[in-house]
């Protein structure tokens, strides 16, 4: 077990990026910083007091059920002194804890549809199935299942509440991602929560660039095009992140289409099911099966000779 961990920690150093959770059992959205938001601070330039606790109400007015239902507890610790940069997910027995810190919501690039993001994210390493953390965190999903969690069925429920239309947004648009939620649904109403999620998703996948005090933007029409041999363990980079949330809102899976624990495939979309895109990022998953990433009537002996070239190949040159 000792050398399971160590080698987790290695890897994780080798890849560049800090371990996703800790020994404590928390699973966080963003990676271990430095930075701290007060409340009195001039950084405070993020959402205020009362819509951090608005979000927080519609969270858990639509999850407590969700999460009774599974014989849990929701308990949603609202830190907003707290100047912490970051949130996170842990389990004490059946209760499910959220620790939502005041200092991130108070960050410049925060709108209330991010913060929704954010809590969302951290219920998808609760519920959000298949593929699995692992090691310290058994119960949690990695976070790029979280990341995907968030906007394939939390945002979806969370953005078609009544109390949600007045959350703060990204007042700029975003053709790429109005254009393809246009093609994924036809109701209007389900392309207007598809790019609602998507934007969301960029206000975060912003929030990401500045901690890294990254130069590069990202956009929806720049992904990742990077394919990984073995599912990335810790945090995805920031395009790759974004990507995943635009991918989530693509998906056409009923939101109430259960997840798995154990197969990332099931209520998730992939080629083989048939669906047309909303797949996730392979600049972080690694599927188990190649089969999924091929369309229904592709026969068995067809996978090698399809994913001979790339998986980029695959899928239109691009990541997803």
């Known amino acids: 077990m000792k050398r399971n961990l160590l080698l987790f920690a290695v890897s994780a150093l080798l890849l560049g990026s800090p371990i996703a959770s800790s020994a404590s059992g928390q699973a966080t959205f963003l990676p271990p910083n430095d930075l701290s938001i007060p409340v009195d601070s001039p950084m405070a330039k993020g959402i205020v007091e009362a819509q951090f ?3 927080l109400n519609t969270i858990e007015k639509i999850y407590k059920p969700i999460v009774a239902a599974r014989g849990g507890v929701l308990q949603i610790n609202r830190k907003w002194t707290d100047a912490t940069v970051n949130a996170s997910a842990q389990q004490s027995g059946k209760t499910y804890i959220l620790n939502m810190y005041g200092g991130l919501a108070r960050h410049e690039t925060v709108t209330m549809d991010g913060f929704a993001l954010v809590a969302c994210h951290e219920l998808g390493h609760h519920l959000g199935g298949a593929p699995k953390i692992g090691g310290w965190n058994p ?21 078609a509440d009544g109390d949600t ?8 648009g975003d053709e790429v991602a109005e254009n393809a939620c246009q093609a994924a649904f036809p109701k209007a109403e389900d392309q ?18 500045a901690l890294r005090n990254e130069t590069v933007t990202p956009r929806f029409d720049t992904p990742d095009t990077k394919v990984q041999t073995t ?3 810790t945090h995805p980079p920031t ?8 991918q989530g809102s693509l998906c056409a899976q009923p939101v109430g289409a259960a997840l798995s624990e154990k197969d990332p495939t099931v209520g998730t979309c992939t080629r083989s099911a048939g669906f047309p895109g909303g797949y996730r990022p392979l600049c972080w998953y690694k599927p188990a099966n190649a089969a999924e990433l091929l369309p229904p009537a592709a026969r ?4 090698a000779e399809e994913l001979a ?12």
């Open 53 to 55: 606790n608005k979000v």
């Open 139 to 159: 119960w949690a999903s990695n976070e790029g299942q979280s990341d995907y969690y968030a906007n394939l069925k939390c945002l979806r429920m969370v953005f």
């Open 165 to 172: 239309k007045d959350f703060t947004h990204m007042s700029a």
């Open 192 to 209: 207007a929560i598809c790019f609602r999620g998507a934007m969301a998703g960029k206000s975060v996948a912003y929030l990401f660039k």
């Open 231 to 233: 599912m990335l363990a």
């Open 239 to 246: 395009q790759c992140r974004m990507d995943t949330y635009l």
């Open 300 to 303: 068995p002996f067809e996978v």
């Open 309 to 320: 070239p790339s998986f980029g190949t695959l899928l239109n040159g691009h990541s997803w």
